[in-house]
């Protein structure tokens, strides 16, 4: 017994909890809309009260009826416009109906709009690690799903809860009249649905979030089966039936869990809803047994019909916001659990450091991923002044580009320190870093933009700007493939949307060097495997012109191909996190080590 108490406070203190979020939900669209906000409160207020008005008005013409075939000189007239009264109440229903259902129309789009505006926003303020956490992408994921249309539901649903709390006021004030246990009746019949209905709401939530994974892995099998990056390989490899399956074994193992929990709710809905229409038909009898009696007139029997049967709609209407809003809740803390994801703090402010001969420094830094048992970088040291340039080599996986993601503050080193100019990366303030650096990852973005957007994302101060767009793709050579195109800059990219131009590997390359290319005031170029999809001509000429361009800038190359290193002023070979070598092209040729051994790898394959 003890056990089944402590179960029911536990059920209590968490719905009670949960329901925190109303509150938040009303700003919320208290904020985005206050004139709709009243017009839907008031509208409901109206609508919680007509009905009663009909019931009474209808109550009124049965009597007027009644009186009218007893009496010699029946008042027609009077049944007539009571009649009328009813039709303009009807009418005003139904106008009221409509304001709200036009109310709620457009909040849902104001609201919508904003909820994804606001999850947006934070995506722009969280760290890279946090995408690549599978946990936090699947309360990502949850959250754009669910939470923009669940707010406005779980206001609709509380003044729902108002409009038929109002009309079950009226109604009670009425019966009332007849008997207060008709009033008890009324509301403990509805009481038993009300309870199975937020505990299957409950067990909804938890079912959803535990199939996240599994259908944000449909999500992605969808795009891969119907995206044209990926549909390539889909049809040569003839992935496609395997994937299908594995997308129809996914919903599958959903739908079993889902047509448990349908059954259970329908199946205890439907046991506890004979609870309530028992109690409808014992009061229906009881009410007509007191009409026969003559205790009541027939209009009035009439009325109080209308009003237990309209007030378990009440009730029921009631019961089922209270539930819903439970459920909405659920689903809201998903939003606020997102939103309220704890971001570090930028400390730094300084755009500047005080010896900008000193350049670009790595002191024995070393770098772990979340959950990994090794570092992906141990005790890296190295120094690029002003004007020199550094070439980093290794296999894949070494952490070439991870040292990159250091240099431009997507990760921070959890041993160590960066200085740019003498100052810690820490201290600078982080877009003023940033605006310092011109970056190209092998993994570059591929825009569905115009030509102009894609190499003017490169630096949002100058987007729009076409006199840089030209330059940079000038110094990038995209410009002669890019003016031959009929729309030059203003050709669409991809296939996204109507008139989009795919462009070859090659190709694309070249719009994201010139991307790099556009912050013509960044003193830091890193370039990471800018010309593997270039054939060894166009690369030639992309060094030629990557060299004359960045004479005087700290530049970092990451290339497996040795053709493009050996010019670097600093070579330094990384393996498995650690410099194992460092020094010119010829020196390391001269240690016959790592290096050199690559090297004549590689140039044997030439021969």
Same mark, same amino acid.
Request: contains cysteine; proline residues 3%.
């Given at each position: 017994?003890?056990?089944?108490?402590?179960?029911?406070?536990?059920?209590?203190?968490?719905?009670?909890?949960v329901f925190g979020y109303s509150r938040r939900a009303l700003d919320l669209v208290w904020t985005t809309s206050r004139p709709l906000t009243i017009a839907l409160a008031l509208l409901t207020l109206v609508g919680g009260i007509l009905p009663a008005v009909i019931a009474y008005v209808g109550q009124l013409i049965v009597d007027g009826v009644v009186t009218a075939t007893q009496s010699a000189n029946p008042d027609t007239r009077g049944v007539l416009m009571l009649v009328g009264?009813?039709?303009?109440?009807?009418?005003?229903?139904?106008?009221?109906?409509?304001?709200?259902?036009?109310?709620?129309?457009?909040?849902?789009?104001?609201?919508?709009?904003?909820?994804?505006?606001?999850?947006?926003?934070?995506?722009?303020?969280?760290?890279?690690?946090?995408?690549?956490?599978?946990?936090?992408?699947?309360?990502?994921?949850?959250?754009?799903?669910?939470?923009?249309?669940?707010?406005?539901?779980?206001?609709?649903?509380?003044?729902?809860?108002?409009?038929?709390?109002?009309?079950?006021?009226?109604?009670?004030?009425?019966?009332?009249?007849?008997?207060?246990?008709?009033?008890? #009746?009324?509301?403990?019949?509805?009481?038993?649905?009300?309870?199975?209905?937020?505990?299957?709401?409950?067990?909804?939530?938890?079912?959803?979030?535990?199939?996240?994974?599994?259908?944000?892995?449909?999500?992605?099998?969808?795009?891969? #089966?119907?995206?044209?990056?990926?549909?390539?390989?889909?049809?040569?490899?003839?992935?496609?039936?395997?994937?299908?399956?594995?997308?129809?074994?996914?919903?599958?193992?959903?739908?079993?869990?889902?047509?448990?929990?349908?059954?259970?709710?329908?199946?205890?809905?439907?046991?506890?809803?004979?609870?309530?229409?028992?109690?409808?038909?014992?009061?229906?009898?009881?009410?007509?047994?007191?009409?026969?009696?003559?205790?009541?007139?027939?209009?009035?029997?009439?009325?109080?019909?209308?009003?237990?049967?309209?007030?378990?709609?009440?009730?029921?209407?009631?019961?089922?916001?209270?539930?819903?809003?439970?459920?909405?809740?659920?689903?809201?803390?998903?939003?606020?659990?997102?939103?309220?994801?704890?971001?570090?703090?930028?400390?730094?402010?300084?755009?500047?450091?005080?010896?900008?001969?000193?350049?670009?420094?790595?002191?024995?830094?070393?770098?772990?991923?979340?959950?990994?048992?090794?570092?992906?970088?141990?005790?890296?040291?190295?120094?690029?002044?002003?004007?020199?340039?550094?070439?980093?080599?290794?296999?894949?996986?070494?952490?070439?580009?991870?040292? #990159?993601?250091?240099?431009?503050?997507?990760?921070?080193?959890?041993?160590?320190?960066?200085?740019?100019?003498?100052?810690?990366?820490?201290?600078?303030?982080?877009?003023?870093?940033?605006?310092?650096?011109?970056?190209?990852?092998?993994?570059?973005?591929?825009?569905?933009?115009?030509?102009?957007?894609?190499?003017?994302?490169?630096?949002?101060?100058?987007?729009?700007?076409?006199?840089?767009?030209?330059?940079?793709?000038?110094?990038?050579?995209?410009?002669?493939?890019?003016?031959?195109?009929?729309?030059?800059?203003?050709?669409?990219?991809?296939?996204?949307?109507?008139?989009?131009?795919?462009?070859?590997?090659?190709?694309?390359?070249?719009?994201?060097?010139?991307?790099?290319?556009?912050?013509?005031?960044?003193?830091?170029?890193?370039?990471?495997?800018?010309?593997?999809?270039?054939?060894?001509?166009?690369?030639?000429?992309?060094?030629?012109?990557?060299?004359?361009?960045?004479?005087?800038?700290?530049?970092?190359?990451?290339?497996?191909?040795?053709?493009?290193?050996?010019?670097?002023?600093?070579?330094?070979?990384?393996?498995?996190?650690?410099?194992?070598?460092?020094?010119?092209?010829?020196?390391?040729?001269?240690?016959?080590?790592?290096?050199?051994?690559?090297?004549?790898?590689?140039?044997?394959?030439?021969?």
């Open positions: 017994m003890a056990d089944t108490n402590n179960s029911d406070a536990s059920f209590i203190r968490r719905a009670l909890g009264l009813e039709a303009l109440v009807v009418i005003a229903v139904a106008a009221t109906q409509r304001g709200i259902s036009a109310s709620q129309s457009l909040l849902r789009a104001l609201l919508g709009q904003r909820v994804n505006v606001m999850i947006l926003e934070k995506a722009m303020t969280l760290e890279l690690s946090h995408f690549e956490d599978s946990e936090f992408y699947d309360k990502l994921t949850q959250a754009r799903r669910e939470a923009s249309s669940r707010p406005l539901s779980l206001v609709n649903r509380t003044f729902g809860l108002v409009q038929n709390a109002i009309s079950l006021t009226s109604y009670s004030v009425l019966l009332f009249a007849f008997s207060p246990w008709a009033v008890v #009746i009324l509301i403990a019949a509805g009481l038993p649905s009300f309870f199975a209905e937020a505990k299957f709401s409950g067990d909804a939530f938890r079912l959803f979030r535990w199939r996240s994974p599994d259908t944000r892995m449909q999500m992605y099998l969808e795009t891969v #089966i119907a995206r044209e990056d990926g549909v390539k390989e889909v049809k040569l490899f003839q992935l496609g039936p395997r994937l299908l399956q594995r997308y129809r074994d996914i919903f599958g193992k959903l739908f079993v869990e889902d047509r448990k929990l349908t059954l259970r709710r329908d199946t205890w809905g439907f046991l506890l809803g004979l609870v309530s229409t028992g109690a409808l038909y014992a009061a229906y009898g009881w009410i007509v047994i007191t009409a026969i009696s003559g205790a009541i007139t027939l209009g009035a029997m009439t009325m109080y019909l209308v009003l237990f049967r309209q007030g378990q709609s009440a009730v029921a209407a009631i019961l089922t916001s209270v539930s819903g809003m439970y459920e909405d809740n659920l689903y809201l803390s998903n939003l606020y659990e997102y939103l309220e994801q704890p971001v570090p703090t930028r400390r730094g402010d300084a755009a500047c450091g005080p010896e900008p001969e000193r350049g670009l420094e790595f002191d024995d830094v070393s770098f772990s991923y979340a959950g990994a048992t090794e570092k992906a970088l141990s005790h890296i040291s190295l120094q690029i002044k002003p004007g020199e340039s550094l070439a980093l080599v290794g296999e894949n996986g070494s952490g070439k580009t991870t040292l #990159i993601k250091l240099l431009t503050r997507l990760y921070d080193p959890t041993e160590g320190r960066i200085l740019l100019d003498g100052l810690d990366l820490q201290e600078w303030d982080v877009e003023a870093l940033r605006q310092r650096i011109g970056v190209i990852f092998q993994d570059f973005g591929r825009y569905q933009f115009s030509v102009g957007e894609n190499i003017g994302a490169g630096d949002v101060r100058h987007i729009d700007d076409k006199e840089r767009w030209r330059a940079a793709a000038t110094t990038g050579l995209a410009a002669p493939f890019i003016e031959d195109m009929p729309d030059s800059y203003d050709t669409q990219l991809g296939r996204w949307f109507k008139g989009g131009r795919e462009l070859s590997g090659g190709q694309w390359q070249k719009i994201a060097l010139s991307r790099a290319f556009m912050r013509s005031d960044a003193d830091i170029l890193v370039l990471d495997e800018p010309t593997a999809a270039m054939d060894a001509s166009s690369e030639a000429e992309v060094f030629e012109h990557f060299r004359s361009a960045s004479s005087s800038k700290m530049t970092i190359l990451i290339s497996h191909r040795f053709s493009t290193v050996r010019a670097a002023a600093q070579i330094v070979v990384i393996h498995q996190g650690k410099i194992l070598e460092r020094g010119d092209h010829e020196s390391l040729l001269a240690k016959d080590g790592q290096y050199a051994h690559l090297f004549n790898l590689q140039a044997q394959g030439y021969k």
